[in-house]
Antibody
């Protein structure tokens, strides 16, 4: 059974870089034709797509975050990661890692989610 | 970007009621519309994809319809476990979500 689990720091200082990892169990990222991505939710607000990576290595980023964002896959560890630079208070949110099917250039529906991880940006 | 607008933003209902939540897209998204249920402190859960296809394991009291720009999520015979927040998501282009609809017990 597929499981996703986020890990990383729960507190980041302004201007620093956030690094999160999503550990995947139950399926091998390298051998599955899926999209692996990140979605966030500021406290009390709606969901925002951050970006993701298709199993072949192509990355897809939210244009509003693209200049600060890197998403990568580590197939040896069956993990994928998010690096978000120059963090500000506006980046405070619960960060979810997700899986989606993928066709014609877009993720189509997010059928598996990690439990989420609250990241707070504060000095 | 495609804007997604849900209505209402919140509603109150009783067990046994039929509830309808709507989602409107700012342009034609065909049937690239998904619905998620989120309970407090939990991750969203996929309920319906491609506007009307029920995700495996989801009770049949949930149904979705619509195409183009207007979509609905219907819960027929509301159960206590259905009180939650519901999100729509367009997957026609880069993902975009509605602001959510909070369903509370009356």
């Amino acid at each position: 059974q597929l499981q996703l689990q986020e890990s990383g720091p729960g507190l980041v200082k302004p201007s620093e870089t956030l690094s999160l990892t999503c550990s995947v169990s139950g399926v091998a990222i390298a051998s599955s034709s899926y999209y692996w991505g990140w979605i966030r939710q500021p406290p009390g607000k709606g969901l925002e797509w951050i970006g993701g990576i298709y199993y072949g290595g192509s990355t897809y980023y939210n244009a509003s975050l693209q200049s600060r964002l890197t998403i990568a896959v580590d197939t040896s560890e069956n993990q994928f990661s998010l690096n978000l630079q120059s963090m500000t208070a506006a980046d405070t949110a619960v960060y979810y890692c997700v899986r989606s099917d993928f066709w014609s250039g877009y993720p189509r529906h997010f059928d598996s989610w990690g439990p989420g991880m609250l990241v707070t940006v504060s000095s | 970007d495609i804007q997604m607008t849900q209505s209402p933003s919140s509603l109150s209902a009783s067990v046994g009621d039929t509830v309808i939540i709507t989602c409107r897209a700012s342009q034609n998204i065909v049937t690239y519309l998904n619905w998620y249920q989120q309970k407090p402190g939990k991750a969203p859960k996929l309920l319906i994809y491609s506007a009307s296809t029920l995700q495996s394991g989801v009770p049949s009291r949930f149904s979705g319809s619509g195409s183009g720009t207007d979509f609905t999520l219907t819960i027929s015979g509301l159960q206590p476990e259905d009180f939650a927040t519901y999100h729509c998501h367009q997957s026609y282009t880069n993902p975009g979500f509605g602001q959510g609809t909070r369903l509370e017990a009356k």
